[in-house]
């Protein structure tokens, strides 16, 4: 498995990669129609343009020309020397092979390149991808409520990673 960088192009493979993951992620979590608010206001086309314009990087993990997962994630995130990472998705069937590890391990490399020391995210309270985090050494910090529009609400925790 490769982590590549993706450019303007492969913002079309992390879209089809998020609609096959997003579903699947939240069915239990939040309504059809909040997964669809939140996909089209993050991962249109357009949404996914601007990121990468506004300096988000885009990994993808590829095989042989196949794609299963993608991350972005944001260098000295709030002038801070902290990297977020913004998305981070892998293809249901291709989860718990070592591949979400493998692009947190490329964020991290990445972020210390940059003299960034944190690494920080936004988890929603009920996503079982928090062991995934705690098992990689993140810590809950504390819980956030961010208001979306629409009536719709993320119910988060920030989770932070000295590096
Ligand atoms: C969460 C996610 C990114 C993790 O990636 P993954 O490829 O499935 O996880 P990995 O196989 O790399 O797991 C690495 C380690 O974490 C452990 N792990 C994975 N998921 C776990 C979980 N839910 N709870 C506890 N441990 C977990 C693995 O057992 C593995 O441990 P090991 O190194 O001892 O073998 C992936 O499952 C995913 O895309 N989930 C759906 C989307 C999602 O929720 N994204 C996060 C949004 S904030």
């Not at 997003?22 to 129609?33: A, C, G, M, R």
């Not at 590829?62 to 260098?75: I, P, V």
């Not at 590890?101 to 991808?129: E, H």
């Amino acid at each position: 498995m490769n982590v590549i960088y993706a450019d303007e192009n492969g913002l079309k493979t992390v879209r089809t990669l998020a609609l096959q993951t997003w579903p699947d992620t939240f069915k239990n979590i939040l309504s059809p129609e909040q997964i669809d608010y939140m996909l089209e206001w993050m991962y249109s086309a357009n949404a996914l343009r601007e990121q990468f314009e506004n300096g988000i990087q885009f990994i993808l993990a590829e095989d042989n020309g196949e794609y299963y997962g993608f991350a972005a994630y944001e260098f000295h995130y709030k002038n801070e020397l902290r990297t977020k990472i913004h998305k981070i998705y892998i293809l249901p069937d291709s989860q718990g092979k070592g591949v979400g590890k493998l692009l947190i391990d490329f964020i991290s490399n990445d972020a210390k390149k940059r003299t960034n020391d944190i690494l920080t995210l936004n988890v929603n309270r009920y996503n079982k991808a928090i062991g995934f985090y705690e098992k990689l050494g993140f810590k809950t910090m504390y819980a956030e409520d961010i208001d979306i529009g629409k009536g719709f609400l993320m119910e988060d925790y920030v989770m932070e990673k000295a590096l």
